[in-house]
């Protein structure tokens, strides 16, 4: 895939490995905009990041002298601003069952995959040092995901994509099961066909499968040596970060 970089590349603050970032990132890749990834967790984040992201979260976009929060935000303003691949359909119909998909995605998906499995089995334990609460990640498994899949079952195509062309509903959806995969869960394709196919396919697409290599070095090298680790593997990152050496805790846990 060959991606234009714009004159000025735009600034993406926040990890490879989260869910909202991937999904930015894939959005940026799809429409040719070039980008510098500064690669923190939320948790690790200055006063500068605090103040250019008021609930403590990541992504942050940097355009210039202009700066917004929220991944959803950052892709509307994207799309409106900068030509290419369009990131939701042209029918007001589609437009708004795309956005609608897109918040079911970043707001029930988010809390399923990301707070009850990702945050309770992998960021619980490494960055705070507490114990996964099984009890929560039980329910998510056996009760609520269940739910949210067979949902999704009845709203995804048998084939290609939501909207014709890919875009940020479909990315936003399959972002999410690359994190529960990496807290250990896959889609039962027996009993969830259409959304197993609908995720590999999406998950494939080049402007998201070229992420996977870097989320693979974040997730593997150790704090010190990420930032070269991430170069050496081909990300193009910012000159300066906003990063910490001491995590701080965001909104969600205070
Ligand atoms: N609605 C936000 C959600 C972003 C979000 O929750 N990001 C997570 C990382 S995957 C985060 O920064 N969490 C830290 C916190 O909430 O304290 C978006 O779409 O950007």
Redesign the pocket.
Known sequence: MHFTAVERPLTII??YV????R?VLACMNLKGIGYEVDPIT??FGDEEFRRR?P?????VLIDGDFSI??????CAYLDEKYPGHALLPADPEDRARARWLEEFA??RL?DLF?WNLFYQKVVRPLVWGEPTDDERVRKSLEEDIPVALDYLEGELPADGFLFGDIGVADISIASFFR?GAYAGFEIDAARWPRTAAFVRRTLDHPSIAALLPLEDVQRNASIKGRRQALIDAGARLTETTLGTQQAR?????L
């Open positions: 926040g990890s989260s869910p909202y970032v999904k939320p948790f992201s609930l403590c979260r990541i992504p929060s929220d991944s959803s935000v950052i970043d707001t988010g990301i994190n805790r965001g909104m969600m846990q």
